[in-house]
């Protein structure tokens, strides 16, 4: 079975730009979790999202989007990128919102120029 | 209010010596406590996972850690250290609001020298 896939692997912007980051769960896992990795730091949780809908939310600006779509896959928009945005973004897969244990994909390595 | 510190940001070892990296937690709830692992350019890979049942928890590739409620401590180890073990190590406690929510610690990068 597939594991969590993450597109782009890479992806290079511009201040000001806005970026979509993609993210498919692993089959049968109805919950996705974003995260934002700073070089040198732990991840820090952005979203969760269960059945399509926002079950949690992190302390990130209103520039942080996301949505989940029928098919459980998920996007992570960010606008007005800031050089601060550069970091790893994992996401993370389970099979419910409440389950303990999750699954993550190898990331999006955003770098803002 | 949930959270988990390492207590070492790098650790160093040699091949074949065991491997201790600590973390201590704090907790309002009965925690569910994990270690995770990132190799470079990696995801996270999950290591062993405590929820409340055996408080010695055995993990993938020879790591297991303790659940010390007493001391608020989940230290991770490895009785002999292989090379292939250098990678990065976080802590993280679930943070049961509704949803469970991973709070990470800030990592210990762990070293294997020849």
């Known amino acids: 079975d597939a594991g969590v896939t993450q597109s782009p692997t890479h992806l290079i912007k511009t201040r000001g730009q806005h970026v979509t980051l993609r993210c498919s769960p692993i089959?049968?896992?109805?919950?996705v979790s974003w995260y934002q990795q700073v070089l040198g730091q732990g991840p820090q949780f952005i979203f969760q999202?269960?059945?399509?809908?926002?079950?949690g939310r992190g302390n990130f600006p209103d520039r942080f989007s996301a949505r989940q779509f029928p098919n459980y896959s998920s996007e992570l928009n960010v606008n007005a990128l800031l050089l601060g945005d550069s970091a790893l973004y994992l996401c993370?897969?389970?099979?419910?919102?409440?389950?303990?244990?999750?699954?993550f994909g190898q990331g999006t390595r955003l770098t803002v120029v | 209010a949930q959270s988990v510190t390492q207590l070492d940001s790098h650790v160093s070892v040699s091949e074949g010596t065991p491997v201790l990296l600590r973390c201590n937690y704090s907790s309002s709830y009965s925690p569910s406590l994990f270690w995770y692992v990132q190799h470079p350019n990696k995801g996270l890979q999950l290591l062993l996972k405590y929820t409340s049942a055996a408080t010695l928890v055995k993990g993938i590739n020879g790591f297991e850690a303790e659940f010390k409620k007493s001391e608020t401590s989940f230290h991770l180890t490895k009785p002999s250290a292989h090379m292939s073990d250098a990678a990065e190590y976080f802590c993280?406690?679930?943070?049961?609001?509704?949803?469970?929510?991973?709070?990470f610690g800030a990592g210990t990068r762990l070293a294997v020298h020849p």
């Open positions: 089959s049968g896992h109805k919950s």
């Open positions: 993280v406690v679930i943070f049961p609001v509704g949803y469970n929510k991973l709070i």
């Open positions: 993370a897969s389970s099979q419910t919102d409440m389950n303990t244990e999750a699954f």
């Open positions: 999202y269960y059945e399509k809908e926002e079950r």
